[in-house]
């Protein structure tokens, strides 16, 4: 299964659709999203242009989270998972941990078993090992101080690769 992980979105719309266009067009199941979503506008877009499950952590960005548990309590965003500030999954028998701002001590505790960890804030796009564990920061889809990226895992192949989006389109 591909899944995409953006991050810093920043109600960048138009780079926002970009990415998720790629993603239909590539078959990208789901989505995880590190944070600074910013606006309510911004997760309407995204469930709307993107029908798989997302799941999102918040991040130092995101203003109106009332409105956006309002939005979800009234269906408006149903396929959208919140995760508050840290996020826990397992997609194919994988352990991914997800979280908007790095955090040193939080890595080098999670990371002594084969996992992956994904993160944003500082919008560069970053792959490195610690442990047994693959630490990926995505970039950020607004292309604020770095170029537009996402990163796209396929979990079948067990690939990660970063993407930057002025190269896909």
């Known amino acids: 299964m591909k899944i995409a992980i953006i991050s810093d979105t920043h109600d960048n719309l138009v780079t926002l659709g970009k990415a998720l266009l790629w993603c239909k067009k590539n078959s990208v199941a789901e989505l995880i999203h590190c944070g600074d979503v910013c ?3 911004t997760l309407l877009m995204m469930s709307k242009s993107f ?3 997302i799941h999102l952590v918040f991040g130092n960005g995101d203003f109106e989270k009332d409105e956006m548990e309002v939005l979800k309590k009234k269906g408006k965003i149903k396929n959208i998972i ?9 997609i194919d028998n994988q352990k991914i941990y997800f979280i908007h701002k790095p955090d ?3 890595f080098e505790n ?3 078993e084969k996992k992956y960890i994904f993160y944003g804030h500082t919008h560069m796009p970053d792959l490195k090992k610690l442990n047994n564990c693959l630490l990926v920061n995505p970039g950020n889809i607004a ?3 770095y170029r537009p990226s996402f990163a796209v895992w396929d979990t079948l192949s067990d690939s990660l690769s970063l993407k930057i989006l002025d190269q896909l389109i």
């Not at 919140?82 to 397992?90: D, R, T």
């Open 104 to 106: 040193k001590e939080l």
């Open 110 to 112: 999670l990371s002594h």
């Open 39 to 41: 606006y309510p506008k």
């Open 82 to 90: 919140f995760y508050n500030s840290f996020g826990e999954i397992i």
């Open 51 to 53: 029908k798989g499950k």
């Open 143 to 145: 292309g604020i101080s």
